[in-house]
């Protein structure tokens, strides 16, 4: 047979070939034929007789086996590996059917896993010291003797006693090596300690682990409580007696009550003489009396009891006990089932110093009392022994109840040498091997008080020291909060009640109707309560004893059930949550425990899948799509679904666009075409518009764009865009309703006007290379010269890479300077303007591409430069043309390391021979020469174009003007004035160059 449990293949494990906690196992079973005929038919169904190991898959068949042969699985059985312990054994069974017959193979198994055992704690109560009525962190430390580590190790504490209470029952140990230590410091447990307890008691505790691998086991260990004191009764002892004296205080009321009974008749009392006679040594005496009712004893009953003169009874017949030295409890001597009053070499003479019975048949008790004297110290010791009905004084465990009361007591030693020391005092089981001290040779036993007249003791089994029957509600018990869905623990205490108990709640006390919490639950002083139903702020629990209905108790007060709360802090609206990433949903909650958390991706009509199914204040989700933009989660307790949380408003699941824009380009009037690139996960489904307006306008009309059919790429037109500043922005919107927005803030400007023509260029259209910089402040510029002045700049144009480095570019700074600096170098600044770099849909065209800049009417006085830079060199620079084909020494660039210009003829590194392509548009202020003539009632102008786009027509009645009149404006070279013949007899016309109408 072989293991396997490589990690491969759907298996789960470390391939050690060893079953371990967690596992997913394919075994190849293989079978040997030790036959002498060939088996044919194989059917196998593999089945566990363990429930840590599950089969997966548990049915195969084998070919047939030859005599002597072997046969391995025609597919593989597969097992799952949970609860399995360390060394302990793990059987299968592989059920075999075939054509010869039936037969049953046995695998067995030897897992290794960890192995827990509890070692010690710590206490984070006041000093540190588990004691009554505190509460603090429990932080357990637990070794792990197994053969594996524990992984991620979680622990579950309960305590198995109903006076401590575990608050806090989820601890954390985490990684725990084979052989090593571990604590739960890191997320620790916490327990309470009730008043009801007291020092010295030990008290049964349970450590559940578990780890991330499956494996789970479980410690039982014992934790006593406080120091025995004399203020805490002594026991228990392995039966589980206890001895209560009448200075106890630990539990409240649990004291003995001293209350002589004085039953001799020398003193007045009801009681009989047994005229016993013990005058010296060995003339001890004993006798058998009838009981008035039945007596249990270390769970044995009897009728009668065995009186000696040395001060003790024997339940029981023992008549020829009577000749032995006083010993300590537990041992050897003595009689079977003794209770030792004051078991000393005591003698006792006549009416005064006997021994007295007498049976109180309206309380029930029987009493037995000594008046002696100790044999050699010869002192008086006087005391009895009240011995109760068990029908009338029950038990939780059914054994009897007696009180040993001390009226005189002169503790000596009373020694001989046949006899030991001092007396003894205590009980004795049947065969001795059980025995509670409470005196013995001057000694006293931890919790016990010492003896004198007045002392009292009680001897019983009901931890509480109590003698009458009784039911004690202590949780809750009045102002708690129990939240609905969440478990928590009724705890009582019952006083010699035997049987079983009724817990029954009242959501409305005093008037409402109690109703059926557990019927006839075990009477251990603990019901773990799952908390449903409906909230009240006035409730109360009752508990009743099954066989006797009298004895019951209630709340003192009221306590509340109350609706658990949730509110979820992420997403609770307008999130943006991008599938792929990581995203913790937070809520916070008030009993409500752990919570599983859906979601809805078309709220409030779309279905709810859930993401897990439990988590507590915290869910690390990986986000997953589709996109959507009515996103909410929910979180629902699990143990009570009512109550949870919805997120208040929608979020949204997707990618937010991520808009890149072309900057728009100045042009002439006309069309004008935006460009931009969308990353989005909605695609198509996205809007994008620009919102534009002239400068200074007050409202934005719109254009929206559309794919291109290049990879992210969409465009749009607008039809028409006369002569003037604009500003925009572009923003697009997808499905789910997230933006983008170019700029991020404020507005793109571009100008549209008249480009004058022609241009005045030294490029012969070609660009043999491109040119840009990786860092700021370069520049390259062109000079010009238009021989008049002064001359109106238009517009000017420069040729770039529409594709390299980068099909994306950022903005252009253009800017004229005059020829007015070192040598004639860009100088004096006249304007600076920024624009965009192309427009060109795709990146087209695969030339050099050409970009306008419109000034409107610049008035040059001298010799200028174009000059042209990158606003943002590094990440989306533009590579601007240069014409190395016919040079003509009009390029110069700006090197930002030397801060100086050079011409792109010069020696120098960064010059590149050639110009670099920039070209203007303008034209002369030249005054028109004008011709004029008369045609009916019009006069007809004509003159000499100067180049300008634009004339503009003044007239005036004066020779001498001022031409104050607007007549008219024209872009040919001839204007008719209208009827002006009739209306004004002289009249006197200039005409002016214009860039503009």
Not at 71 to 93: D, K, M, T, W
Not at 735 to 760: E, K, M
Request: glycine residues 10%; contains cysteine; negative net charge.
């Amino acid at each position: 047979m072989a293991i396997d449990d490589d990690n491969t293949g759907g298996t789960i494990g470390n391939n050690d070939d060893i079953l371990n906690p967690g596992e997913t196992i394919d075994l190849n079973v293989v079978l040997t034929n030790t036959g002498t005929a060939t088996v044919s038919g194989i059917n196998a169904t593999l089945t566990s007789a363990s429930t840590g190991v599950a089969v997966v898959n548990g049915v195969t068949t084998y070919p047939n086996i030859a005599a002597g042969g072997t046969g391995s699985p025609v597919a593989q059985f597969r097992i799952a590996v949970s609860q399995v312990f360390n060394a302990e054994p793990v059987a299968l069974f592989l059920n075999l059917v075939t054509a010869q017959g039936n037969f049953s193979v046995r695998l067995n198994f030897t897992p290794a896993a960890a192995d827990i055992t509890y070692t010690s704690f710590s206490f984070g109560g006041p000093g540190g010291n588990l004691n009554p009525n505190e509460s603090g962190t429990f932080t357990p430390t637990i070794t792990n003797s197994g053969t594996r580590s524990l992984i991620g190790a979680d622990g579950i504490l309960r305590s198995l006693d109903p006076r401590v209470s575990v608050t806090d029952s989820v601890g954390l140990f985490g990684n725990i090596t084979s052989g090593a230590s571990g604590t739960s410091a890191a997320n620790t447990f916490a327990i309470s300690i009730s008043n009801a307890m007291f020092n010295g008691h030990v008290t049964p505790m349970q450590l559940v682990v578990y780890d991330d691998n499956g494996f789970r086991d479980s410690t039982d260990f014992n934790l006593t409580i406080g120091s025995f004191s004399p203020t805490s009764p002594s026991g228990p002892d392995a039966y589980g007696y206890y001895a209560f004296d009448n200075t106890e205080t630990q539990p409240v009321g649990c004291a003995s009550f001293y209350e002589w009974i004085e039953i001799s008749p020398f003193h007045g009392g009801p009681g009989t003489s047994l005229n016993m006679s013990d005058l010296a040594e060995d003339d001890d005496d004993t006798q058998v009396r009838q009981l008035p009712f039945e007596f249990t004893m270390y769970g044995q009953s009897f009728d009668s009891i065995t009186i000696c003169s040395n001060g003790w009874v024997a339940f029981g017949n023992y008549p020829m006990i009577d000749d032995f030295r006083n010993y300590r409890m537990g041992t050897p001597i003595g009689p079977p089932h003794m209770v030792a009053a004051y078991w000393d070499d005591l003698y006792i003479q006549g009416a005064d110093s006997n021994v007295y019975v007498y049976s109180n048949t309206a309380d029930h008790y029987y009493v037995v009392e000594w008046r002696a004297r100790t044999q050699y110290s010869d002192v008086s010791e006087v005391f009895q022994i009240v011995i109760y009905d068990p029908a009338h004084y029950p038990s939780a465990t059914g054994d009897g109840k007696f009180k040993v009361q001390y009226h005189t007591v002169n503790l000596s030693a009373n020694s001989n040498s046949n006899d030991n020391d001092y007396a003894s005092v205590g009980i004795q089981n049947k065969d001795h091997s059980i025995g509670l001290d409470y005196y013995y040779w001057n000694s006293y036993r931890l919790g016990t008080a010492s003896l004198v007249g007045g002392r009292s003791v009680m001897y019983t089994t009901d931890p509480t020291g109590q003698l009458l029957a009784s039911v004690t509600v202590n949780a809750p018990n009045g102002g708690e909060s129990f939240y609905l869905g969440q478990s928590y623990n009724i705890l009582w205490q019952t006083t010699a009640i035997a049987g079983n108990v009724d817990i029954s709640l009242n959501r409305n006390y005093p008037a409402g109707a109690w109703e059926s919490v557990a019927a006839s639950t075990s009477n251990d002083g603990i019901h773990l309560w799952p908390v449903s139903g409906t909230a009240s702020a006035n409730a109360r629990i009752r508990i009743i004893s099954t066989s006797q209905p009298q004895y019951g108790d209630t709340s003192d007060t009221n306590f509340a059930i109350v609706t658990p709360t949730a509110a979820i802090l992420s997403p609770n609206g307008g999130e943006l949550l991008t599938p792929g990433s990581f995203f913790t949903i937070e809520w916070t909650s008030t009993g409500l425990g752990n919570a599983s958390v859906e979601l809805n991706r078309n709220f409030p009509s779309g279905a709810w899948e859930l993401l897990t199914g439990s988590a507590a204040n915290g869910f690390a989700w990986e986000v997953t799509g589709p996109p959507t933009s009515h996103a909410r989660v929910k979180v629902k307790g699990l143990n009570y679904p009512l109550a949870g949380d919805t997120s208040n408003a929608d979020f949204y699941i997707g990618a937010a666009p991520s808009l890149s824009h072309k900057l728009k380009a100045d042009q002439e009037s006309g069309p004008a075409t935006f460009i931009a690139t969308l990353i989005d996960d909605d695609g198509p489904g996205n809007v994008i518009r620009a919102y534009y307006r002239a400068v200074g306008g007050s409202t934005f009309d719109s254009v929206t764009f559309a794919v291109t059919g290049n990879l992210n790429e969409w465009s749009a037109t607008i039809p028409l865009l006369l002569a003037n500043d604009y500003e925009y922005y572009v923003q697009t919107v997808d499905l789910q309703g997230l933006s983008d927005r170019v700029p991020d803030a404020g507005l793109y400007t571009f100008n549209v006007g008249q480009i004058c023509v022609p241009w005045i260029q030294y490029d012969d259209g070609t660009a043999e290379n491109y040119n840009w910089v990786d860092g700021p402040g370069y520049r390259w510029a062109v000079r010009f010269d238009p021989g008049s002045y002064p001359f109106t700049l238009c517009a000017a144009q420069f040729a770039i890479n529409p594709t390299a480095p980068t099909e994306y570019k950022d903005a252009v700074r253009v800017a004229v300077q005059l020829a007015d600096g070192p040598s004639g170098t860009p100088g004096t600044v006249v304007l600076i303007d920024t624009t965009g770099s192309i427009n060109a849909i795709g990146g087209l065209p695969s030339g050099a591409a050409w970009t306008n800049v419109v000034f409107g009417e610049v008035a040059i006085t001298g010799p200028f430069y174009l000059v042209v830079e990158n606003t943002e060199p590094r990440d989306c620079p533009v590579a601007f043309g240069l014409d190395t084909s016919s040079p003509n020494g009009n390029s110069y660039f700006y090197d930002y390391c030397d801060l100086a210009w050079y011409p792109e003829s010069a020696v120098h590194e960064n010059a590149r021979p050639g110009d670099r392509m920039i070209r203007i548009s303008g034209f002369n202020l030249e005054a028109p020469i004008i011709t004029i003539k008369s045609s009916g009632n019009d006069v007809v102008l004509n003159w000499a174009s100067t180049g300008a786009p634009y004339y503009k027509v003044y007239s005036s009645t004066n020779p001498n003007g001022p031409f104050s009149t607007f007549v008219g404006s024209t872009s040919s070279t001839s204007y008719t004035h209208v009827g002006i013949v009739t209306t004004v007899p002289n009249n006197f016309y200039i005409v002016v160059s214009s860039q503009i109408p």
